[in-house]
């Protein structure tokens, strides 16, 4: 089946969830006049809906070959009386050659896009419209006795002119019961049949509004008087007029904008449509869905207003012609400029064209559409671009090939074509020109700042804060609706078979816009196993370098050395990991991440601009803070942030991107296809530093447990919360055992100890590194009491880490926690509820402590337990005291005594353990 759901246009489209499903029209035409009349409404749907497939069953293959037919079907004519022709039809329903089917009677008139009808059919197998003159109907079946009296005079007749069904073994034999009830009845119609036989069945039916069945032109001009803002008549049927009037009858109530266009504004006499298209001075920016409108409209917007556009406001200072077509009338200043979608049509007399690479509209389209909710996740690319490809996603519009050549070969007289890409690439010089066009006066000042306004980082922040004032608040808050803007992006989501599949469909608008460029065409040689979409092994697959490792193992110290050696470019966590994770599975996540590095290039080369997280526009060394105070985790100083590339580089310049959630998920596809590193760090100062920070890691949740459906399983029978973090410590260990080789391990002690010469792994050059590097294993920040609890559960642990470290490195960890002088702490036990202490004495033991006093400490703690003994674990800091005066039995003794009053002193117990092995 297939879900569906209405666009921010309004419109209803369906998308696979697994079986594919295809949709038409069929028609039964057995004679002369029923074969024209059928061309004629095969005709009118094709106006609207010029992508959808239309069959006829016929007894004349010649007379019915016309270009509107997608399938000429021969049936022989069924010699049947009069009041059984309707055998005709039922016989070939049975053999559509649709999944969905649309039924139709040849006497029916098509006036506005129909497809949403097949979205009724995810939830029902049969969809009908009422009789007319039902009454009637009713009172004479009764009366001749063919009808049922058990069944209510509210299930009203039903007509066979319009029936739409879902191919089913359900709906089969419905349509055989059809059948011989209608031959057992010997009616007239086929009304009686229908309805008795949907009383006897189960099927789940719905009955169509009366929008598509009309059948007198008197109606028609009733629901004219509406203005048919709020819904459309659809369907005529013209069953008491004759053909070769019937399109000048229906004709007023036509939408004004042909073709694939559907006009939302109204009748032709609307009073709004007419303010709109009479004035000469009003300036359409018209474009493709997803090419980039709402970024130019925010340009143009912010000049106009002094930069105070934004996502609650947009709408109404450049009113959009589908969704608010009633602000236009509102506005004063002139020119106007107006939004629209639409394909060509005369009446807009100056025109801005807006267009993009239809592969990068595609990439926007498809997560666009996830976060508006109206795709299921489980939607996967290449089954989305089946849609688009066919123009099924905004149907009104058509395909993107077919908008953009509809204006390119009809451009009115005032006509701007602008590129998306040249609007990137030179901002101000384009802005100029459109505002030009537009008969604007130029400012240069106005139109920087009304740039520095419209940037994506700050368009991004304004749509976190306005979510809930605009129509964002009811989306998927994980994806962006302005997500990068990049140009090439189609790089990291098409394989050879989706760019052949694109080209075929497209082909004449790419020609046109010349899109086929060498620097953004780089898909070259076979097909490499194991993945859906292909990744390119060209000249610059061994300068494109994979770094992972464990989370605040100290990649980013890696990619900031890295950066530091020329024609090398290293980013921290440019992408989106809810892009990535909206993948259908982790195949076409590591290809979308290969992928990247393509796009990545790309920026880098044409635009010398690349994304990384950052700090003040700085790429830094450790992407924490310090702590602001004793009670609040630390900050995260780096952002996602575009930024210019400023160092020299040449073609086959180093890229190395890390992502240690995701690249070590995808770790065993990653390897095949790029050199991959990761950088690993001792696993005692990992944990520790996972918990100073505002990380989901320390409930054991990661991007990695995301992509890891067993490690997912695992972690979530396991109570503590110490054990999951080291479950998922160990499991990254366990991933660069499993897929890296010994070579590709980079230990974080040997960057401090060699100032960072051992990353000539990755890149040579890095040899001649010589950076003062201080190791953040005993960091001050950490939390010395939780290390010593964090060391014991991992020594008694089994974690693959221990493959990477020896136990020892976390024992001599934590000896240098217990010896080193200024870090002493002592617990109190008479510590408040905030957490600090109100015995100033006690403070004045740790001093004397952290300055190596440890005769006077003693004393100083002898003293106090006389007069306090209740400070038991004083005795912690007296044990420390008289270990370093080598008094170790008393020491040993003191630790004993204590822990008879405080069993669980995890300190004083490893105190005591140390003690006892050095002795």
Same mark, same amino acid.
């Given at each position: 089946?297939?879900?569906?759901d209405i666009?921010?246009?309004?419109?209803?489209?369906d998308?696979d969830?697994?079986?594919?499903?295809?949709?038409?029209?069929?028609?039964?035409?057995?004679?002369a006049?029923?074969?024209?009349?059928?061309?004629?409404?095969?005709?009118?749907?094709?106006?609207?809906?010029?992508?959808?497939?239309?069959?006829?069953?016929?007894?004349?293959?010649?007379?019915?070959?016309?270009?509107?037919f997608?399938?000429?079907?021969?049936?022989?004519?069924?010699?049947?009386?009069?009041?059984?022709r309707?055998?005709?039809?039922?016989?070939?329903?049975?053999?559509?050659?649709?999944?969905?089917?649309l039924?139709?009677?040849?006497?029916?008139?098509?006036?506005?896009?129909?497809?949403e009808?097949?979205?009724?059919?995810?939830?029902?197998?049969?969809?009908?419209?009422?009789?007319?003159?039902?009454?009637?109907?009713?009172?004479?079946?009764?009366?001749?006795n063919?009808?049922?009296?058990?069944?209510?005079?509210a299930l009203?007749?039903?007509?066979?002119?319009?029936?739409?069904?879902?191919?089913?073994?359900?709906?089969?034999?419905?349509?055989?019961?059809?059948?011989?009830?209608?031959?057992?009845?010997?009616?007239? %119609?086929?009304?009686?049949?229908?309805?008795?036989?949907?009383?006897?069945?189960?099927?789940?039916?719905?009955?169509?509004? @009366? !929008?598509?069945?009309?059948?007198?032109i008197?109606?028609l001009?009733?629901?004219?008087?509406?203005?048919?803002?709020?819904?459309?008549?659809?369907?005529?049927?013209?069953?008491?007029?004759?053909?070769?009037?019937?399109?000048?009858?229906?004709?007023?109530?036509?939408?004004?904008?042909?073709?694939?266009?559907?006009?939302?504004?109204?009748?032709?006499?609307?009073?709004?449509?007419?303010?709109?298209?009479?004035?000469?001075?009003?300036?359409?920016?018209?474009?493709?869905?997803?090419?980039?409108?709402?970024?130019?409209?925010?340009l143009?917007?912010?000049?106009?207003?002094?930069?105070?556009?934004?996502?609650?406001?947009?709408?109404?200072?450049?009113?959009?012609?589908?969704?608010?077509p009633? %602000?236009?009338?509102?506005?004063?200043?002139?020119?106007?400029?107006?939004?629209?979608?639409?394909?060509?049509?005369?009446?807009?007399?100056?025109?801005?064209?807006?267009?993009?690479?239809?592969? %990068?509209?595609?990439?926007?389209?498809?997560?666009?559409?996830?976060?508006?909710?109206?795709?299921?996740?489980?939607?996967?690319?290449s089954?989305?671009?089946?849609?688009?490809?066919?123009?099924?996603?905004?149907?009104?519009f058509?395909?993107?090939?077919?908008?953009?050549?509809?204006?390119?070969?009809n451009?009115?007289?005032?006509f701007?074509?602008?590129?998306?890409?040249d609007?990137?690439?030179?901002?101000?010089?384009?802005?100029?020109?459109?505002?030009?066009?537009?008969?604007?006066?130029?400012?240069?000042?106005?139109?920087?700042?009304?740039?520095?306004?419209?940037?994506?980082q700050?368009?991004?922040?304004? !749509?976190?804060?306005?979510?809930?004032l605009?129509?964002?608040?009811k989306?998927?808050?994980?994806?962006?609706?302005?997500?990068s803007?990049?140009?090439? =992006?189609?790089?990291?989501?098409?394989?050879?078979?989706?760019?052949?599949?694109?080209?075929?469909?497209?082909?004449?608008?790419?020609?046109?816009?010349?899109?086929?460029?060498?620097? /953004?065409?780089?898909?070259?040689?076979?097909?490499? @196993?194991?993945?859906?979409?292909a990744?390119?092994?060209?000249?610059?697959?061994?300068?494109?370098?994979?770094?992972?490792?464990?989370?605040?193992?100290?990649? /980013?110290?890696?990619?900031y050395?890295l950066?530091q050696?020329?024609?090398?470019?290293?980013?921290?966590?440019?992408?989106?990991?809810? =892009?990535?994770?909206?993948?259908?599975?982790?195949?076409?996540?590591?290809?979308?991440?290969?992928?990247?590095?393509?796009?990545?290039?790309?920026?880098?080369?044409?635009?010398?601009?690349?994304?990384s997280?950052?700090?003040?526009?700085?790429?830094?060394?450790n992407?924490?803070?310090?702590?602001?105070?004793?009670?609040?985790?630390?900050?995260?100083?780096?952002?996602?942030?575009?930024?210019?590339?400023?160092?020299?580089?040449?073609?086959?310049?180093?890229?190395v991107?890390?992502?240690?959630?995701?690249?070590?998920?995808?770790?065993?596809?990653?390897?095949?296809?790029?050199?991959?590193?990761?950088?690993?760090?001792? @696993?005692?100062?990992?944990?520790?530093?996972?918990?100073?920070?505002?990380l989901k890691?320390?409930?054991?949740?990661s991007?990695?447990?995301?992509?890891?459906?067993?490690?997912?399983?695992?972690?979530?029978?396991? /109570?503590?919360?110490?054990?999951?973090?080291?479950?998922?410590?160990s499991?990254?260990?366990?991933?660069?055992?499993?897929?890296?080789?010994?070579?590709?391990?980079?230990?974080?002690?040997?960057?401090?100890e060699?100032?960072?010469?051992?990353?000539s792994?990755i890149?040579?050059?890095?040899?001649?590194?010589?950076?003062q590097?201080?190791?953040?294993?005993?960091?001050?920040?950490? %939390?010395?009491?939780?290390?010593?609890?964090?060391?014991?559960?991992?020594?008694?642990s089994?974690?693959?880490?221990?493959?990477?470290?020896?136990?020892?490195?976390?024992?001599?960890?934590?000896?240098?926690?217990?010896?080193?002088?200024?870090?002493?702490q002592?617990?109190n036990?008479?510590a408040?509820?905030?957490?600090?202490?109100?015995?100033?004495?006690?403070?004045?033991?740790?001093?004397?402590?952290?300055v190596?006093?440890?005769?006077?400490?003693?004393?100083?703690i002898?003293?106090?337990?006389?007069?306090?003994?209740?400070?038991?674990?004083?005795?912690?800091?007296?044990?420390?005291?008289?270990s370093?005066?080598?008094?170790?039995? !008393?020491?040993?003794?003191?630790?004993?005594?204590m822990?008879?009053?405080?069993?669980n002193?995890?300190?004083?117990r490893?105190?005591?353990?140390?003690?006892?092995?050095?002795q």
């Amino acid at each position: 089946m297939f879900s569906k759901d209405i666009d921010e246009f309004g419109y209803i489209f369906d998308f696979d969830k697994g079986k594919k499903m295809n949709s038409g029209v069929i028609y039964t035409a057995i004679g002369a006049k029923y074969i024209e009349q059928a061309k004629l409404s095969a005709k009118s749907i094709k106006n609207f809906c010029p992508e959808l497939s239309i069959s006829v069953y016929t007894d004349n293959l010649e007379q019915a070959k016309c270009d509107f037919f997608d399938e000429v079907i021969l049936v022989e004519k069924i010699n049947s009386p009069k009041h059984q022709r309707m055998l005709d039809r039922l016989l070939n329903w049975s053999k559509s050659p649709y999944d969905y089917t649309l039924a139709l009677d040849t006497d029916t008139y098509i006036l506005d896009d129909i497809q949403e009808l097949f979205a009724v059919l995810e939830k029902f197998e049969l969809a009908i419209c009422h009789g007319h003159n039902r009454v009637k109907r009713y009172w004479r079946t009764i009366l001749d006795n063919i009808s049922l009296d058990s069944i209510p005079y509210a299930l009203a007749p039903v007509q066979g002119g319009l029936f739409l069904y879902k191919k089913s073994d359900q709906v089969e034999k419905f349509l055989q019961d059809l059948i011989l009830l209608y031959k057992q009845k010997q009616v007239i %119609d086929d009304q009686v049949s229908i309805r008795e036989l949907i009383w006897q069945s189960n099927l789940r039916v719905y009955i169509l509004p @009366p !929008e598509y069945d009309f059948n007198s032109i008197e109606d028609l001009k009733r629901w004219a008087k509406f203005d048919f803002i709020e819904a459309r008549p659809k369907i005529f049927h013209y069953t008491r007029h004759k053909r070769d009037d019937i399109e000048n009858l229906v004709k007023p109530f036509i939408p004004l904008f042909k073709d694939t266009n559907r006009n939302v504004l109204g009748s032709q006499n609307s009073t709004i449509l007419k303010s709109c298209l009479d004035s000469s001075q009003n300036v359409y920016i018209v474009s493709y869905p997803k090419s980039g409108s709402t970024w130019l409209r925010f340009l143009l917007g912010n000049y106009i207003t002094n930069n105070k556009c934004d996502f609650v406001n947009c709408h109404s200072i450049i009113p959009d012609i589908h969704l608010n077509p009633q %602000d236009i009338e509102l506005i004063t200043r002139q020119p106007k400029f107006i939004k629209s979608h639409y394909q060509f049509t005369p009446d807009y007399q100056k025109v801005i064209y807006l267009a993009r690479d239809g592969r %990068d509209v595609a990439v926007s389209a498809y997560f666009h559409l996830l976060k508006e909710k109206k795709i299921s996740k489980d939607t996967s690319f290449s089954d989305f671009m089946e849609k688009f490809n066919a123009g099924n996603l905004w149907p009104q519009f058509g395909t993107w090939n077919n908008h953009i050549n509809s204006w390119l070969d009809n451009s009115p007289n005032h006509f701007l074509l602008v590129s998306y890409e040249d609007l990137k690439a030179n901002t101000t010089k384009k802005l100029i020109e459109i505002l030009e066009f537009a008969e604007i006066n130029v400012n240069t000042e106005s139109v920087a700042t009304a740039i520095e306004a419209s940037s994506f980082q700050r368009m991004q922040k304004m !749509e976190e804060a306005q979510t809930d004032l605009c129509n964002l608040a009811k989306t998927d808050r994980n994806l962006k609706f302005v997500r990068s803007g990049r140009v090439g =992006e189609y790089q990291s989501y098409f394989n050879h078979q989706l760019l052949k599949d694109f080209r075929k469909s497209q082909g004449k608008a790419i020609e046109k816009l010349e899109y086929l460029r060498e620097e /953004t065409d780089s898909f070259e040689g076979d097909i490499l @196993p194991k993945f859906p979409r292909a990744y390119t092994m060209n000249q610059n697959s061994n300068n494109n370098i994979v770094l992972t490792g464990v989370p605040r193992g100290g990649t /980013t110290l890696t990619c900031y050395l890295l950066n530091q050696l020329p024609n090398t470019v290293a980013l921290n966590e440019p992408m989106s990991f809810p =892009e990535i994770l909206n993948l259908s599975n982790n195949y076409e996540r590591a290809t979308y991440c290969l992928g990247f590095f393509q796009s990545m290039r790309y920026s880098i080369i044409n635009h010398r601009k690349a994304e990384s997280k950052i700090a003040q526009g700085k790429l830094i060394d450790n992407m924490a803070g310090e702590y602001k105070n004793s009670q609040t985790a630390r900050e995260w100083l780096a952002k996602k942030s575009q930024f210019k590339i400023e160092k020299q580089l040449d073609k086959n310049f180093m890229l190395v991107i890390k992502k240690p959630d995701v690249f070590t998920g995808l770790l065993d596809y990653l390897v095949q296809y790029l050199p991959t590193y990761a950088v690993v760090r001792n @696993p005692l100062s990992i944990l520790a530093s996972w918990n100073t920070l505002p990380l989901k890691l320390k409930e054991g949740h990661s991007g990695l447990v995301k992509l890891d459906n067993n490690l997912a399983n695992t972690i979530a029978k396991i /109570t503590g919360k110490i054990e999951k973090q080291i479950c998922l410590l160990s499991s990254y260990y366990e991933k660069f055992s499993q897929f890296l080789p010994s070579s590709s391990i980079i230990y974080y002690e040997e960057i401090v100890e060699t100032k960072g010469k051992v990353l000539s792994k990755i890149n040579a050059n890095a040899v001649e590194l010589d950076s003062q590097i201080e190791s953040k294993n005993l960091n001050s920040l950490y %939390d010395r009491e939780l290390m010593l609890v964090l060391g014991e559960k991992l020594l008694q642990s089994k974690g693959v880490f221990w493959e990477f470290y020896s136990r020892e490195s976390v024992e001599s960890l934590l000896s240098l926690i217990v010896n080193q002088n200024q870090d002493v702490q002592i617990p109190n036990a008479n510590a408040n509820a905030n957490g600090s202490i109100d015995k100033p004495d006690t403070q004045q033991v740790v001093d004397l402590l952290n300055v190596n006093k440890n005769t006077e400490a003693v004393e100083m703690i002898e003293k106090l337990m006389v007069s306090q003994p209740d400070l038991i674990s004083l005795n912690y800091g007296k044990a420390i005291a008289l270990s370093r005066l080598g008094k170790t039995t !008393e020491a040993i003794q003191t630790l004993e005594q204590m822990l008879k009053e405080l069993p669980n002193h995890k300190k004083g117990r490893f105190l005591l353990s140390k003690i006892c092995q050095n002795q």
